[in-house]
């Protein structure tokens, strides 16, 4: 793990253009950020999602943190962020299919079945559908 001297001298140099330095930061305090969003979310995967989500967030506005502050607070804050819209992406997810119309129920293999026979009795010109004409396809007495 790198000193804080060290990562306040690789922030320099990612905001002068160091891309390689970057990883050294990303290295030094992923730990700890995947660890405080997995504490946010309770899910181990979407917490390593917003850890990537938060250090691309952070590369591509490494300018606008101050020298001199608590780097870890800014991740910090940007990983809040990155929270707020999961969880209210997650929720209009949530409300979106709260209404929406219900699949059926699986059939049972029973009812598969002779729902299955009942459609192929009726396309080979049956007309009625009962218990007699299931038992007469079943003999082979009809098509």
């Known amino acids: 793990m790198a000193t804080r001297q ?3 001298d690789a922030i320099e140099q990612v905001q002068q ?4 330095m970057f990883s050294l930061v990303v290295e ?4 700890q950020i995947r660890t405080y969003l997995s504490a946010l979310v309770h899910d181990r995967f979407d917490a390593e999602d917003l850890a990537q989500q938060t250090f691309i967030f952070a590369y591509q506005h490494i300018t606008e943190y101050e020298t001199g ?4 607070a800014w991740l910090k804050a940007i990983a809040y962020n990155h929270v707020r819209d999961y969880r209210s992406s997650f929720q209009r997810n949530r409300n979106a299919t709260r209404f929406a119309a219900k699949p059926s129920p699986p059939l049972s293999p029973y009812r598969w079945i002779r729902a299955w026979k009942c459609s ?3 396309l080979n010109g049956c007309r009625r559908i009962n218990a007699t004409s299931l038992r007469r396809y079943a003999a082979g007495v009809l098509p």
């Open 6 to 8: 060290e990562l306040e």
């Open 17 to 20: 253009g160091n891309r390689e």
């Open 28 to 31: 030094s305090h992923h730990v």
């Open 120 to 122: 192929k009795i009726a």
């Open 69 to 72: 502050t608590h780097f870890i």
